[in-house]
C-alpha cells in the first residue's frame, strides 16, 4: 500500500536588503492586528473545545462494564471448529470443566461476541446472534473472571438477548443515554471484543441516522465510523458522557473487516425490549391495527398536505385500536404520543416502543385540518390481519375517465371472474389503462379497484366524474385514489387531465 507523506513548506522570511526599509505600522494599526489575532486564535480554541484530547479517563471507566461472551454449541458432522477456526479450538476445549467431549460424528463450534452490563445485579445485554442456539454461554469480566451465563430472553426482529450471571461481587454497570438527542458529527467509542481480543476500544463519529439496512422490521439503526470487527457484536457505543447509545450489530464491508461503517441498535429501542425480557420473558410491542404507506409528494399534493411528512393510512383493522380511536383510510399520521412521524418507517418502531394498554395521542391529518385523537394501544398479535369489506352488489356500468386516463366499471360476475376478484370485493374495477396517462405511470393497472378518492367512497364512474369536476373548480391538480389489489390497500396520486 503506498502512502502519502505530506511535508510542510519552510516559510522562510529574507532579511531586509541595504537600503531597504521596514516600514512602520501606526500604533492603532498594530494594536488591531493584535486584537483580530487573539480574537481569531480564541474563536479557534472555542470551536475545538469539544474535541477530546484523550479518551484515557473515559475508557479506564467504562472497560470494566463491557464482558466477552464466548459460545459453543455442539453440531452434527466433522470438520473444521467454526469460523474462529484453530486459533481458538484450545481454548474452547479447555475450558470444559465438566469433561464433555463431542462424539466421532459430533464436534464443538465456538463463537465469540461482546456484551455489557446493564445492572450490577449480572444482567447483561448482548446481540441475539452472539448466543442463538448454543448450548454453553460463557461471560469472560474484565479481570478476567469467567461466570457461565443463562438467557433470560430473546428478541430476534431487533437481534437482542439479555442474558444472567451469578457472581459473588457486585459488578460495575453502565448507565442509558438518549440515543433520541444524539446528533451526526458526535463523538462516539466503541469497546468489544474483535477477533478474541477483549476490551479492544475504538473511537469514532456518528456518521448517519435512522438507517435503513433491511436487517428487520424495525430498522433504525446509528451508523458509526469506529472500527467495529466480528466478535464486536453485542458491544456498547458510549457518547462522551460514557452512556451506552447504541448496542453494535452489524457492519457493512465486502472483505469481512472493518471499512468505517458499522450499524448500532439505538439505546432507546434497545431499553424499552430490555424491560420488557426482564420482566415478561419476551418482548410485548404495542399495536395500533392499521396498514400504512409511504407518502409521496404527489399524495401529499393531492392531501392538501405542506410537505410529505408522516405515514400514510391505507386501511384500518375492524375493531382494531385505530379504527376504534377514529382513524381511518386516508388519514396521515403525523405525530405518536408526541413524537413526530417523518416517515412511514418511523410509525412502527414509535409504536413498538410504547408499552400495551397506554392511552397516547394521536396526531392526524385528514381533509385538509390536523385533529387530535386519543388511542389505548392493544398487544401486537403476529396473526392479526385486515377485515375485507363488507359486501356490495351493484349493477355493470363502464365508463372512460379521460381526466384520468381510465376506464371504470362497477362490479359484475363478468368482471370477478376475469380480474379473479373476491365475492364480497366493493368499489370500481379498472377494465383498462390509458398507457400514455398519469395513471399509468403511477402503475394503475386492469383488475384494480378504486374504493375512494380523496378520502370519500365512490360507488359509480358517476360520483368519479363529480368528484373531478368539484377537484377542478377548487383549483386542484391531483386526486388521490385507494386501491386495493391482491388484497392489499394502498394510495395512489394521479395528476388531473
Do not use: C
Amino acid at each position: 500500500m503506498q502512502h502519502q507523506v505530506l511535508r510542510k513548506k519552510s516559510l522562510v522570511r529574507s532579511a531586509p536588503t541595504r537600503g531597504s526599509e521596514r516600514k512602520a505600522f501606526p500604533p492603532r494599526m498594530a494594536l488591531a492586528g493584535l486584537l483580530t489575532l487573539f480574537l481569531l486564535s480564541t474563536v479557534t480554541r472555542a470551536a475545538a473545545r469539544d474535541v477530546p484530547e484523550s479518551f484515557a479517563d473515559l475508557a479506564e471507566e467504562l472497560l470494566p462494564t463491557v464482558v466477552n461472551i464466548s459460545t459453543t454449541q455442539l453440531i452434527e458432522g466433522s470438520g473444521d471448529d467454526g469460523s474462529f477456526g484453530e486459533l481458538f479450538r484450545e481454548f474452547f476445549e479447555q475450558r470444559r470443566e465438566d469433561g464433555r467431549s463431542a462424539l466421532p460424528h459430533q464436534r464443538w463450534q465456538a463463537s465469540l461476541g461482546s456484551g455489557f452490563i446493564i445492572d450490577s445485579a449480572g444482567f447483561i445485554v448482548t446481540n441475539y446472534h452472539v448466543i442463538e442456539s448454543a448450548d454453553e454461554i460463557l461471560v469472560r469480566l474484565q479481570d478476567d473472571t469467567a461466570l457461565e451465563a443463562k438467557v433470560v430472553g430473546i428478541d430476534d426482529k431487533t437481534d437482542l438477548a439479555l442474558l444472567k450471571v451469578d457472581s459473588d461481587a457486585p459488578l460495575v454497570a453502565a448507565s442509558w443515554g438518549d440515543s433520541d438527542s444524539v446528533r451526526v458529527g458526535e463523538w462516539i467509542l466503541a469497546i468489544g471484543n474483535p477477533f478474541g481480543l477483549g476490551g479492544s476500544l475504538t473511537a469514532g463519529i456518528i456518521s448517519a441516522r435512522q438507517r435503513d439496512i433491511s436487517a428487520g422490521p424495525y430498522d433504525d439503526f446509528l451508523q458509526t465510523d469506529a472500527s467495529i470487527n466480528r466478535g464486536n457484536s453485542g458491544g456498547p457505543t458510549f457518547n462522551m458522557k460514557g452512556e451506552v447509545i447504541g448496542v453494535n450489530t452489524a457492519i457493512f464491508s465486502p472483505t469481512g473487516g472493518s471499512v468505517g461503517i458499522g450499524f448500532a441498535i439505538p439505546s432507546n429501542m434497545v431499553r424499552g425490549i430490555i424491560e420488557s425480557l426482564r420482566e415478561f420473558g419476551e418482548v410485548r410491542r404495542g399495536w395500533l391495527g392499521v396498514h400504512i404507506q409511504t407518502l409521496t409528494k404527489e399524495l401529499a399534493e393531492g392531501l392538501e398536505l405542506p410537505d410529505a411528512q408522516g405515514a400514510l393510512v391505507a386501511s384500518v383493522v375492524e375493531g382494531g385500536p385505530g379504527a376504534l380511536a377514529g382513524i381511518k383510510a386516508g388519514d396521515v399520521i403525523l405525530e405518536f404520543d408526541g413524537r413526530a412521524v417523518t416517515d412511514m418507517r418511523r410509525l412502527p418502531r414509535l409504536v413498538a416502543e410504547t408499552p400495551v394498554d397506554e392511552a397516547v395521542e394521536v396526531v392526524i391529518w385528514r381533509r385538509g385540518a390536523r385533529h387530535v385523537l386519543e388511542v389505548d394501544l392493544d398487544l401486537l398479535e403476529e396473526t392479526v390481519a385486515a377485515a375485507l369489506p363488507p359486501p356490495a352488489a351493484p349493477s355493470s356500468q363502464e365508463e372512460m375517465i379521460d381526466d384520468l386516463g381510465l376506464t371504470l366499471s362497477m362490479i359484475n360476475e363478468e368482471l370477478q371472474e376475469r380480474f379473479r376478484l373476491e365475492e364480497e370485493a366493493e368499489g370500481l374495477v379498472v377494465t383498462k389503462v390509458d398507457p400514455l396517462g398519469d395513471a399509468a405511470k403511477r402503475g394503475l393497472r386492469a383488475g384494480d379497484l378504486i374504493v375512494e378518492m380523496d378520502q370519500e367512497i365512490v360507488a359509480s364512474p358517476g360520483d368519479v366524474e363529480k368528484h373531478l369536476r368539484r377537484a377542478r373548480k377548487d383549483g386542484y391538480r391531483v386526486v388521490t385514489l385507494l386501491i386495493l389489489r391482491d388484497g392489499e390497500y394502498q394510495w395512489i396520486a394521479v395528476r388531473i387531465g
